[in-house]
Structures are given as C-alpha cells and as structure tokens.
C-alpha cells in the first residue's frame, strides 16, 4: 500500500526538476506531521507563540484609578528598598568577607565605605592615610601592603580604580571589592 504524499511521479528530470520536487515533498510531509499525525504538536505551537507574545508585550490597564495609584505606589517601593552598596574583602588566599547591606548617602566615597565597613560589630580594622585625593589605604586587618610584593587594590562594579579611594564616588547598588593582590 503507498501512500500518497510519497507518491513522485516516473518521469526523467533534471538535477534542478528533483530539487523542487525534494522540497515540495519535504514540506508536504511536514505539513502532514504536523496537522494530521500530531494535531497537538500544532496546537502546541499556537499556545507557545500566544505565551510567548504575552510576556513580550507590556502590561495594559483598562481602569484609570489604577493608573493613578502608580505613581504613589512606586514611591512606596522607592522608600521601602534600602539604599545600599556591598564591600567584599579578598584576602588573596580563598577567604573573603562581604558586607551586603552598608547604607549608602549622597556623595558617599569608597574611602566612606569602607570606614563604615571598619565600624561594623564584625568589621575589619583598617589603616589608611590622607584625605581626599591623597588618601591611601595601608592595611586591611593583619595584611599590609607590600611594595614589592601584593598590595591592597580596589575595584567599583567590576572595574578597576582610577583614582584615589577618598575622591572615587559610588552610587546606590554598586559592588566595591579590596583584593590583597600584585598590582595589575
């Protein structure tokens, strides 16, 4: 018994003809897969791309007095999240020590942050000396900076500092990390 979507007709054709009919063929049976052997499977896909447009289009709102609420409730969110930026100390040897929540105010410095972190009930103990553009930190805990050797380096987010820790502003939510390290 043949079926008929395999049927090709016995006629001598070109390389170009064969090609055609391979592709026709291809999609036809595809067609037949997906729409009489695996109803569902099509259904599936119709369900999918419905989920999948769903979630890409932005939440519409048919009422006005939740619109008007908006602007109340997204300072209430603004208040209710702490603003606060991380420190994370890397002794160089596999041990670090985070501080997750330190309060963060305008104009805040690393040289801020880090003060603040030596004022925590399980701080470090730090020695730095200077002000403003001139300050230098020396010293986490135990660990002194070695000029031949590793020394105490600071980066914001990721990157590498530019500047001295007393003039280097941070900003809500930023990731500063000391790094007991040879000077990169």
């Known amino acids: 018994m043949r079926s008929n979507w395999l049927e090709v007709p016995r006629t001598r054709k070109t390389t170009a003809n064969r090609l055609v009919d391979a592709r026709q063929i291809e999609d036809h049976i595809l067609e ?11 259904a599936l896909g119709l369900v999918t791309v419905a989920l999948v447009w769903a979630t890409l289009l932005p939440p519409t ?7 008007a609420n908006a602007p109340k409730q997204s300072a ?11 420190l994370i100390i890397d002794y160089g040897d596999g041990v670090r020590k985070h501080f997750h929540q330190l309060k963060w105010r305008e104009k805040m410095t690393v040289q801020d942050v880090t003060v603040a972190a030596s004022k925590h009930a399980r701080g ?7 002000k403003k553009a001139t300050a230098f930190l020396s010293q986490i805990d135990d660990l002194a900076n ?8 600071y980066r914001v987010n990721g990157k590498l500092a530019d500047r001295s820790f007393g003039v280097y502003a941070v900003q809500s939510g ?3 990390t000391w790094s007991f390290q040879s000077y990169p």
Do not use: C, H, M, Y
């Open 32 to 42: 037949d897969l997906a729409v009489k052997k695996f109803p569902s499977a099509n």
């Open 61 to 67: 709102s048919s009422a006005a007095a939740p619109q």
């Open 76 to 86: 209430e969110k603004k208040s209710a999240q702490k603003k606060t930026v991380q």
């Open 124 to 130: 470090i103990k730090i020695k730095q000396r200077g």
């Open 146 to 153: 070695n000029p031949r050797g590793r020394s105490w380096v």
């Open 174 to 176: 930023d990731i500063i």
